[in-house]
């Protein structure tokens, strides 16, 4: 499956974006989804991920302002990001597993190539 993140940018303190990640080339509702994002010196973490029954789950840090949702006829999968921070400025990426409910970041088989997020205070 190929995976294209987009909606990204710069905003400040306290605004919001929503994130999009097209699927193709495979069957999208057998993937459990995740965001991750990385920022510059540090660990690539997980931010949401979404199976593929819909449960949901979220970093501690996240919880409250970001929602993750997808649209299987769409083949499509949403971060919608609130009240964002400066210390959610990040590169965000989407990844698709085969393996239900993994917060291991090993066991996403394929990776989008991110999407920059910019919070100024």
């Known amino acids: 499956v190929q995976l294209q993140a987009s909606g990204g940018g710069l905003v400040q303190a306290g605004g919001s974006l929503r994130l999009s990640c097209a699927a193709s080339?495979?069957?999208?509702?057998?993937?459990?989804m995740g965001w991750y994002r990385q920022a510059p010196g540090k660990e690539r973490e997980l931010v949401a991920l979404?199976?593929?029954?819909?449960?949901?789950n979220y970093q501690d840090s996240v919880k409250g302002r970001f929602t993750i949702s997808r649209d299987n006829d769409k083949n499509t999968v949403y971060l919608q990001m609130n009240s964002l921070k400066p210390e959610d400025t990040a590169g965000y990426y989407c990844?698709?597993?085969?393996?239900?409910?993994?917060?291991?970041?090993?066991?996403?088989?394929?990776w989008g190539q991110g999407t920059l997020v910019t919070v100024s205070s």
């Open positions: 990844a698709a597993s085969t393996v239900n409910y993994s917060r291991l970041k090993n066991e996403y088989d394929y």
């Open positions: 080339g495979s069957i999208f509702s057998v993937y459990d």
């Open positions: 979404i199976s593929k029954s819909g449960e949901t």
